[in-house]
């Protein structure tokens, strides 16, 4: 484990002598107390912060330099921005890793969580005290570890998105992976020299083939099917 430690982090930083240094970023209070609760119980292993909002998250893992970092990613009522918080600190910081700890479950978030760098994703109405602490060992040592119910639906949910994007035609996806780039209906038109109402035609049928309401969930169902 020694040869693992972050050199740009001082020793005389929280706890440096524990095997396992985790950072807690959770908005509820409760939640973080407990979770530090349970966490040293465990030998060797100490929170050594916490952080309430996606910036102070951030700037933990930078001043700390944890082996795992536990966080919801819905501290300031935006996945979105804990998705690519965790994207950022995998890019950033790649000895720490990222375990999701979340209230609910949800097919597109745990794909797309992995998908940016996280190492494993648990409920929080569903993990056992000891099931925490294994997990973040287990992590820590560069396994993937999904909660009860995780596996599955990844699995189910990436089959069923296969199958139907199978259908998609060669325009189709050239549409998907524009609108992937952020483009208009308009530039997308101007892009692959077509009309804008036959672009709205291939979105539509894009989103019937994927069970997709929104473009970015088109995009999402497309990338976890591999097409783009």
């Not at 509820?28 to 465990?42: D, F, K, P, Q």
């Not at 990613?73 to 921005?81: H, I, K, P, S, V």
């Not at 099931?131 to 999904?146: M, P, S």
């Amino acid at each position: 484990m020694d040869s693992d430690v972050r050199a740009d982090v001082g020793l005389g930083r929280r706890s440096p002598t524990a095997r396992t240094r985790v950072v807690v970023a959770d908005r509820n209070v409760i939640t973080r107390v407990g979770i530090r609760s349970i966490l040293e119980r465990n030998a060797g292993m100490a929170v050594v912060a916490e952080a309430t909002s996606y910036e102070a998250a951030l700037d933990a893992v930078d001043e700390h330099g944890p082996d795992v970092l536990i966080i919801d990613l819905d501290l300031g009522d935006d996945t979105t921005r804990g998705l690519k918080l965790c994207e950022e600190i995998t890019d950033r910081f790649p000895a720490t890793k990222i375990l999701v700890l979340a209230n609910t479950l949800s097919e597109m978030i745990v794909i797309e969580a992995l998908r940016r760098g996280a190492n494993g994703y648990l409920c929080k109405d569903d993990v056992k005290a000891d099931e925490l602490g294994k997990g973040v060992r287990a992590v820590q040592e560069g396994d993937t570890v999904l909660g009860r119910g995780v596996g599955s639906l990844i699995a189910h949910g990436l089959g069923s998105t296969r199958g139907s994007a199978e259908r998609l035609t060669t325009r189709e996806i050239e549409v998907i992976k524009a609108v992937g780039q952020g483009l208009s209906n308009k530039q997308i038109a101007q892009e692959l020299f077509i009309s804008e109402s036959t672009v709205k035609f291939h979105l539509q049928n894009t989103s019937k083939k994927l069970n997709a309401k929104r473009r970015a969930e088109i995009v999402h169902k497309a990338t976890a099917a591999g097409l783009i």
